[in-house]
């Protein structure tokens, strides 16, 4: 009899896109005169820049020839993409990355998702709540959550840090002692930052407690003020305690062509048993070897165009244009007497629900009145609840459409 992973038992469903799915259909079906507009999905719109097309093109036509045929490539990612990244991500902003430190692969996801294999299953994870359900759910599937409390809505082993109005979306540090810090800033879903202090904290209570950051910043490329670090690595000492990821999926439009990277320093260590020392990069470099293939020749020729001149000046453009859709929705919003956070360094606006309501009510109220989609801030996280979270995703015209009947509700 084959045996299950019983850990997977304990995932709770979730219901977020399919109940927002199934709420949208009846509405249409029930009002199919009218025009919903969608600005809920966190992916993106706008096509692939002609900088990233053209390199694609030409990567094809080079793998169809004898002499440019491409094979398995290496698992790590090719070293033009990862010299790329490093010169760009990383030293134009004082900070040095060895290219044996970047792991390409086919995105954010799976990176913040597999990680988890490198390390023990007694590790305590602490999470910020709201967040990207990612880091939750992947651990509970590898068992290092215990038991989901069905009263308190929590899992037993994992500490939740609450980023909520009340700490103004700034994660306080544990009282309890954790060995896992899952840190996503810009944060998806508030939109909100934290500034080099902030993180400096994180930093020093990692290396106090010999403890592993996990820094997502999948939406680095919409920070718009000066003083917020892109990197955590702009911090001074991270390079001993975090692990960073990064994607091209929103900074370059690859939510379909799929591309990201992880940087593991080689400073990095984690403790067996005996408290020795083990490199971490060593441990992920070992299981993306045995696990992964390498992400595809001709994606990751089309994520080196990102880094051109040209692809640079395209994808900014890109960038630009969901910037003014969240300057639009944020100024909008705040004008009709709503309160919004985010919207400045990140493509999310986080609304706070008026008069009490749910994060669910608001959600209906919004679907049968304005005939606009959104995110219900509780599907993030239970700190969620009362909030609720808008996109700058769609087009300019939809977003200003959307925003004037949000106004005009009652
Ligand atoms: N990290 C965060 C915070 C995200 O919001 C997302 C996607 O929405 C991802 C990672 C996934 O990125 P990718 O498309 O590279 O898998």
Redesign the pocket.
């Known amino acids: 009899m084959v045996r299950i992973n019983e850990n997977f038992l304990e995932l709770q469903d979730s219901y977020l896109f399919s109940t927002i799915a199934k709420k949208v259909a009846e509405f249409q079906k029930n009002n199919p005169d009218k025009e919903v507009i969608k600005l809920g999905i966190?992916d993106v719109t706008r096509p692939i820049v002609p900088a990233v097309v053209s390199a694609m093109h030409e990567a094809v036509n080079e793998v169809g020839t004898n002499s440019n045929f491409r094979g398995y490539g290496p698992e790590q990612g090719y070293e033009f993409l990862r010299k790329k990244i490093v010169e760009n991500d990383y030293e134009k902003r004082g900070v040095n990355i060895d290219i044996d430190e970047v792991f390409i692969s086919d995105?954010?996801?799976?990176d913040?998702g597999n990680i988890v294999d490198i390390f023990g299953i007694e590790n305590k994870v602490a999470i910020t709540d709201p967040v990207?359900p990612?880091y939750l759910d992947t651990n509970v599937m590898s068992g290092r959550s215990g038991k989901y409390n069905k009263e308190n809505g929590k899992y037993e082993n994992i500490v939740y840090i609450p980023i909520t109005e009340s700490n103004n979306f700034k994660p306080e540090l544990p009282e309890e002692k954790v060995d896992m810090i899952y840190l996503?800033f810009p944060n998806?879903p508030t939109g909100t930052t934290l500034s080099k202090n902030e993180l400096e904290k994180w930093v020093k209570y990692a290396k106090e407690n010999k403890s592993v950051i996990l820094y997502?910043s999948?939406?680095e490329a919409f920070i718009s003020e000066d003083d917020i670090p892109h990197s955590i690595y702009e911090i001074q000492g991270a390079k001993d305690v975090a692990i960073e990821?990064r994607?091209?999926?929103?900074t370059a439009g690859?939510?379909g062509l799929?591309?990201?990277y992880v940087v593991v320093p080689k400073a990095l260590k984690g403790y067996s048993k005996d408290e020795n020392e083990v490199s971490l990069n060593k441990l992920w470099n070992r299981r993306q070897c045995t696990k992964f293939n390498g992400a595809s020749y001709i994606i990751q020729k089309g994520a080196e165009a990102v880094y051109s001149e040209e692809g640079q000046k395209q994808i900014k453009e890109n960038i630009a244009y969901y910037m003014e859709n969240a300057r639009i929705i944020k100024k909008g919003l705040n004008d009709a007497g709503f309160v919004t956070y985010g919207g400045i360094n990140s493509p999310y606006v986080w609304l706070k629900v008026p008069n009490g309501m749910t994060s669910w009510e608001f959600f209906d109220k919004l679907l049968n009145e304005a005939n606009v989609v959104g995110t219900p801030g509780v599907g993030f996280g239970n700190c969620g609840e009362g909030y609720f979270r808008l996109t700058a995703f769609g087009t300019k015209e939809n977003t200003i459409k959307a925003i004037e009947r949000i106004a005009k509700m009652k």
């Open positions: 966190g995105g954010a996801k799976c913040c990207y990612v996503c998806n997502d999948a939406y990821f994607s091209f999926s929103k690859f939510t799929r591309c990201g």
